[in-house]
């Protein structure tokens, strides 16, 4: 799901870095604010954690690998505004040193792996596993069904970004300038890449660590409590940014029907879009690309790119709201904290 | 430099520690170290010696009992006024068993700089006491190298320049000859002996009873209870096989000569004649 | 997938990782171009290129860009092969897998006929080779920027940049744990190799591997909290003080130039 150099116009890139900025502050104070000065050695390490989680290959069925991200998991072990910082990190460095993700769209990427995804993750597992003891399979199930969702989001999130880019960025003839694939396409295909091969492994090594978590050392997993609140409002918060999200994609089902072309030339193709073995993608490859010179689309097209930015501001304001309105964790939850020592 | 003025570096009246969880790592642990001493902590594993290194280096704070330094009870509260942290911090320094934890930054260079700078001091200073302690130790080559590019004797090296770049007046040492080949653990102990004076303090814990003798003023034994079984002169103790069985220190060996079975403690008796 | 191939595939991925970085750091003391420029001009430079890459709408300001990465490569002491190898290693072979359907899939003007049926048009192949060839410029840059500069100068940059001093902190020190992790990693994979006679089922291999990512996970655990202490002992209060040295000199004040005028140049070039 790294997203390289080209497939995003600079304008793009920039409404995503202006999207993930509000994020990285957010994340950055909050996890100040508990860790205080442990927070370099600890994001630190977990960055390289989860940079070493990305290189893990995982052996799928269907005879290839692919590989975890493992937000989710860093959210659950250290709290979803440190797995912010945490993914970010290693996404950066991945970028730099391993040109693994572009540097343009560093923003972009990380808003799809290190905010979306384990936000959403976490947030899915906190309702699945609610207070249960540490121990309790709710946790595992929390996890397992909380990763593949963030990682499904994360990608549909990603689909959305390049299906865009034809209809928005193109040429005076029309060719498309960046990512060629239009929403019809770029987001089923990433939904169904996902789906189907990165979605179980994710969903696999995030439950498998956990579980071994706890047997092994339960204290790492109540110790995810960066940043987060208990109770309600929490719940009423992560209800609003899923709906947010869903919004645009609700749009989106409108607009598929058009362009329908006939797709008889179309099926002789053998290739893949994504690789690792998405063969089944080309018995149903739809019309890829509305027709530009289309008046209606320019307009919705645009409405869905205000969705998504106005999406972010109503999530920065809630979470100004939320501050004012929930009480701060309580003196026992501090100390308790503190006593972080392993001796 | 200034001297110690208070009597004692360090003072533990009744010392304990416990790990969060509630297990015991130290036991009422009383003690006094005075300036120009070199102690030795003896114990087997898990008596607590790294424990208490952390506890002298104001890391982490008695549970029980006191521990005063400097002529101050360390507590989280005495390290809140930003004098004397930086005081301390700048007098007594800590060199951890696992060189991999203190060697956390891009480069030697950057390593062996990293504690002057944090304490403030001025930037040409830093600059040449970064030059002189990797000259001291031989590093001089490895400036820009990397840590994970070092050796196991290399990374052990930089860890105890990046401490001495410090200036300190106390030296603690988790374990410092552990992992080293015979060579550079002879040349480590002839530098702490020379680094030694009446104005500084050293404190350092091993369990290569060997070493003992060779530097040690003093030895301090932690025994299997977390305790202190015996604190005073090397010799008084360590040509004591009884106390060194108890404490673990060393293993009961036997042989046999046909029937009969010999079983005696495995330890070296060193004789100095001063 | 047998376990002989799941272990070789995650050894030899983790083993080329370290080995590159080695690699690198010895180029960066090269006597080359760009090795010899102040890590900020290059960042601030190097950056204004990827979005002038970005920004650009035909073939030839990205192919004048190319050339000038390949001279400027030449230029700083590195072996072409090397620098290829690096690029069209990864991304653009990716890139190629989802630019080449583009070619037959996108409409417009046909520019490739067979049995008169359209198969190539004009606009898939402007824009399979407009993606392809943003991809490598922009990989290049961001290539070129770590071979011939260190790590700690790069951060030196961003923070001259005013980028937080915390993230710029945590960069720094993630770097250098990645390869802490990286070789204990290794050492596990190696370990299992050597006491694997036969091979190991998908399912064998998936539990392991959830067990070794579960261990370093509490080893970083500990880890995090043994470095914090070890900074704390040596006067760490929050905010890492670092010397810098810097000096813009004759060369880069040149460099910058250049780079100014070149993207000038590419960018004006969209209006054509």
Known sequence: MHIPDGYLSPATCGTMYAVSLPFWFVAIRKVKQVLTTRTVPILAIFAAFSFVLMMFNVPIPGGTTAHAVGATLLAIVLGPWAAVLGVSVALGIQALFFGDGGLLTFGTNCFNMAIVMPLVGYFVYKVISANSDVKSPRRTLGAVIGSYMGIIAASGVAGIELGLQPGLFHAVNGTPLYAPYGLSVAVPAMLIAHLAVAGPVEAVVSGGVVAYLQRAHPSLIKAGAVGTKEGKLWILWGTLGVLALAAPVGLLASGTAWGEWGVDELQTMGLGFIPKGLQTLYRWWPAPLPDYGFPRMGAVIGYIMSAVLGMAVIAFLVWMLGRRLVRRTSPAAQVASQQEHTG | ?274 | MTGEGFLTKNISGITHTLESVIVAEDLCRAPGLLQRLDPRAKVVTFALFIVTVGLARSFWPLSAIFALILAVTAASRISMGFFLKRIFLFIPIFTLVIAIPALFVTPGSPLVTMASKVIITEQGARTAGLLFLRVTDSMSFGVLLILTTRWTSVLAALRWLRMPSLLVDILGMTYRYIFLLLHSTNSMFLARRSRTLGSFSSNENRRWLTRALGTTMVKSRHLSEDVYLAMLSRGYQGETRVLNDFKMEYRDFLWVAFALVAVSVAIWSNRL
């Open chain 2, 1 to 274: 430099m200034s001297t110690f003025d208070t009597g004692h570096v360090f003072e533990a009246k009744k010392l304990s520690y416990d790990y969060p969880g509630g297990i015991a790592a130290l036991k009422k642990l009383s003690f006094a170290i005075g300036a120009g001493e070199l102690v030795a902590l003896v114990g087997a594993n898990g008596s607590g010696k790294s424990t208490l290194l952390k506890l002298m280096d104001g890391l982490i704070f008695p549970t029980g009992g006191e521990l005063l330094a400097l002529g101050q009870s360390l507590s989280e509260n005495a390290f809140k006024s930003g004098e004397f942290r930086l005081d301390f911090r700048r007098r007594v320094g800590l060199v951890f068993q696992d060189a991999d934890v203190q060697l956390f930054s891009p480069t030697v260079w950057d390593e062996v700089t990293f504690g002057p700078l944090q304490l403030g001091i001025s930037k040409n200073e830093v600059v040449s006491r970064g030059q002189e302690v990797l000259q001291l130790l031989g590093l001089a080559h490895l400036k820009e190298r990397p840590p994970y590019l070092l050796s196991g004797g290399e990374k052990k090296k930089v860890s105890l320049a990046s401490v001495l770049s410090l200036h300190p007046q106390v030296l603690l040492l988790d374990e410092p000859t552990t992992g080293l080949d015979p060579w550079s653990q002879g040349n480590l102990i002839d530098f702490l002996l020379q680094w030694a004076d009446k104005d500084k303090c050293l404190v350092f814990s091993t369990q290569d009873l060997d070493i003992v003798e060779e530097i040690a003023s003093r030895v301090i034994i932690i025994g299997a209870e977390h305790n202190i079984v015996a604190d005073g002169k090397p010799e008084d103790f360590l040509s004591d096989p009884d106390l060194l069985l108890r404490t673990n220190l060393v293993h009961e060996h036997s042989h046999r000569h046909k029937d009969l079975v010999h079983r005696h403690p495995h330890v070296h008796e060193h004789h100095h004649n001063d």
